[in-house]
């Protein structure tokens, strides 16, 4: 049974930092894109960054970028999401996804199959 579990969510002040880790488990995603997405209350999920196989090529949303950075360590099975600098509006439940087939990194979080239970992290003013 292939799962994956977000830690490393909380609660910081603005301009804080924290680093999310998504460990997987049921199989290996060293072929696969895998990435981050989260969901606010009453908003839908959105992208905020995803790598490809090998961690070679990566996208970020535009409200993130330089100031988030998402990595990954294939011989751990995990994929991690450094974010710094947070602000309040990044308030929101982050969850993990990994491709079942595709190495390329997707924002599109339907071309997604795998997903994790999601961690929350709030930032205060």
């Known amino acids: 049974q292939v799962q994956l579990v977000e830690s490393g969510g909380g609660l910081v002040q603005a301009g804080g930092s924290l680093r999310l880790s998504c460990a997987a488990s049921?199989?290996?995603?060293?072929?696969?894109?895998m990435g981050w997405f989260r969901q606010a209350p009453g908003k839908e999920r959105e992208f905020v960054a995803t790598v490809n196989y090998n961690g070679g090529s990566t996208n970020y949303a535009d409200s993130v970028k330089g100031r988030f950075t998402i990595s990954r360590d294939n011989a751990q099975n995990t994929v991690y999401l450094q974010m710094n600098n947070l602000k309040p509006e990044d308030t929101a439940v982050y969850y993990c996804?990994?491709?079942?087939?595709?190495?390329?990194?997707?924002?599109?979080?339907?071309?997604?199959?795998?997903w994790g239970q999601g961690t929350q992290v709030t930032v205060s003013s």
């Open positions: 049921g199989r290996t995603f060293s072929n696969n894109a």
């Open positions: 996804a990994a491709r079942f087939r595709g190495s390329m990194a997707t924002t599109d979080p339907r071309t997604y199959n795998y």
